[in-house]
């Protein structure tokens, strides 16, 4: 988008040297329509990232998105800010709808706002609510309306927290005054019995009816999740050929669960599989996993492979049980536990931020117990 701002208006970022060790921020001016003048407005939502990369790309995307709204006529003040895709009297539909552009304009994964965005659509009381006289209540029941039908604890406050999001978005451009979803809690949500790991005898009985099946892109799109703990979603499905790197795989920060850039050591049994089905010597940009079988330009869909993995456990008596495809991560995680007993190679491996993750994770897969030293205990 073309900077249209005069010089002495456009946003400038002051990045300390590249020192992140001290405060980053982007000084911008914008016109308060109560003081009738231009104020000094401050954005530092990049200093919660640790590495120089993820902090510019961050200061980056704040620098364009506060341009675009200065462009645009963003104001400050009482009045609400006008000339950014709002009405003059908006609806709590038309903030949802306007959220929902701006998330997807970023380039980002933001899967959760178009759902919102047609859940509030069929709710028409809260839809055409004024966005201003939206009250907890109206909240509540719209949130009760969900639970109503069915939806999980887990699924009900993923909608409460994404439409949280929107007013706090809205917070931040000064065009409510309050968030009226903080006023409603979250439900509990039990643990839940899904993704068990499999065991080693019915990881055999899988493989033999895989084998029997010729079905080698499902194998190898099991040993991906299996040996690299790679998410299914778009981790995996939207693997590319270029992706696979000579030891690790990368996974883009736009795909990866916490939108940031990863690396994934590649076992050496994974590494064979690679080498057997000669995926590097396709275009980089080709999709690894595609319908014909070997790598293309168009991936496959999102239920591709679980209808065809679905079959194959109903086939070997396990389906409708826990098991799925993302119980091979686990079972992966499991087995290189017990094979090495080394939490901080299997926390790098799982991607967690901190050995503490990883073994309460661990432990509620049962792999990490005290086992025989509770027998040291003395008699009562």
Known sequence: MPNSLPPDQRPRLFDADGDLSKRWYINFKVWDTDKQRYVRKQDTSMNKYRTLTERRQQANRKLREITKLLVEGYTSGSTPAINIGLPRNPTLLDAVKLVTERKLASGRKHENYPRLLREVQRFQSLANAALEHVRPVNVLAFLDNLAARGMEPKTYNGYRDTLSAVFNYLLKLEAVSRNPVRGVDRRKVVASDEHQPYTNAQRQLVREEIARRGDAQLQLFISFIYYCFVRIGS??????????????????????????????????????????????????????????????????????????????????????????????????????????????????????????????????????HDGDRLDAMPDF
């Not at 991607?351 to 993750?357: D, E, K, L, N, P």
Request: charged share 20%.
């Open 235 to 368: 981790e995996l499905r939207l693997l590319r050929v270029g992706d696979l790197l000579a030891h690790t795989v990368r996974v883009p920060g736009t795909r990866a669960k916490n939108d940031k850039a990863e690396h994934v050591a590649i076992p050496r049994q994974l590494a064979v599989l690679i080498d057997e089905h000669a995926l590097r010597s396709y275009p980089a940009d080709f999709y690894v996993f595609t319908k014909s079988g070997q790598p293309g330009p168009v991936p496959v869909g999102k239920n591709w492979f679980a209808k065809r993995h679905r079959a194959v456990l109903t086939a070997v008596g396990l389906a409708g049980g826990n098991h799925s495809l993302y119980s091979y991560k686990h079972t992966g995680a499991i087995n290189l536990y017990l094979a090495t007993r080394d939490i901080e190679l299997v926390r790098r491996h799982c991607r967690h931020q901190h050995a503490g993750i990883t073994a309460t994770y661990l432990r509620k897969l049962g792999a990490v």
